[in-house]
């Protein structure tokens, strides 16, 4: 007599039919051999190409350069530290305040504030849009002869020059980013609280807790799936920053950042493969944070 546990293994043991299988090889094939082509392939050969000197056209002209892409980069080229200095403030900018906004406007939209949904449309809104969509619309505001400078009453003959002047230009540039991050970062915080049990936060609150430490002890342990994937996305989002600067300045000399760097570098001058050295140290500056991520993901799943 077969018994209930019995009944149970021999239907998970249960072969797959052809429609499954191919139902299977579909969903999870496809998308595979795609995220091999058009992500892993070009990767391993950026990093092969890092080694060489080539013009991009013709195989057989390809030569061997070792490291001298990366030592040009790191002992003769200034601009490189300038970029690094510059994604850094950008990565410090995220972390210690357009991020730390964003969690807070989700915190108090998911408190249901007066006129929370207002709020939460309005912050949600430059989530739609690209990165090169807002330096369109901020460089056309800003710019002199501009909406806002008009406002101020400036002309082009006595307009302030926002972009060109360094003073003032790293914080107009992250403030505009911010505009669109802030946003992006409610968004995925306000998803993560629906998922918070009201009832701990009521517990909390009847026991004498304050705001601050029902967010630091309850909210925050809870949320920490979400928190993960907020700082791997604040850490990428700061590296990879291109679209903004390049539709306001088209050149990484003004305002360099590393992926600029890649852009204008990449087939290099003459037969350099500089570009593509660049590429594979932005690579590794993004790939820790992944890893973390998946390793603490991973780590949970098993537990």
Known sequence: ??????????????????????????????????????????????????????????????????IQ?????????????????????????FVLIATPLGILLAYQIDRGIKGHAFYESIYYLPVVLSLAVI?????????PGGFVQGLMGRDIGNAISIYGDPKINTWVILGIASWRHIGYIMLLYLS????????????????????????????????QPVNIIIVVITLIESLRAFDLVYIIYGSPTIFPLLNLLVFQNFAG???????????????????????????????????
């Open 1 to 66: 007599m077969k018994t209930a546990a019995t009944i149970k293994k021999n239907r998970s043991r249960r072969s797959l039919s052809k429609t499954d299988r191919f139902t299977l090889a579909t969903f999870v094939g496809i998308p595979t051999l795609l995220q091999i082509i058009l992500l892993w392939v070009p990767a391993v050969v950026t990093v092969i190409l890092s080694f060489t000197y080539w013009n991009g056209i013709r195989l057989k002209d390809i030569q061997w350069a070792g």
């Open 269 to 303: 001058q003459g037969i350099s493969m500089k570009g593509a050295a660049y590429a594979v140290i932005l690579l590794l500056l993004c790939i820790v944070p992944i890893i973390t991520y998946l390793r603490i993901s991973f780590k949970e799943d098993l537990k």
């Open 192 to 223: 993560g609280l629906k998922s918070v049990d009201p009832a701990l936060k009521e517990a909390a609150a009847i026991d004498g807790a304050t705001e601050w430490q029902i967010f630091r002890k309850i909210i925050l342990p809870t949320m």
């Open 135 to 143: 330096g369109i619309i901020w460089n056309f505001m800003l710019q």
């Open 69 to 93: 892409n990366y030592k040009n980069i790191f002992f003769n080229n200034p601009l490189f530290y300038q970029a690094l200095k510059n994604n850094g403030i950008w990565l410090a900018f």
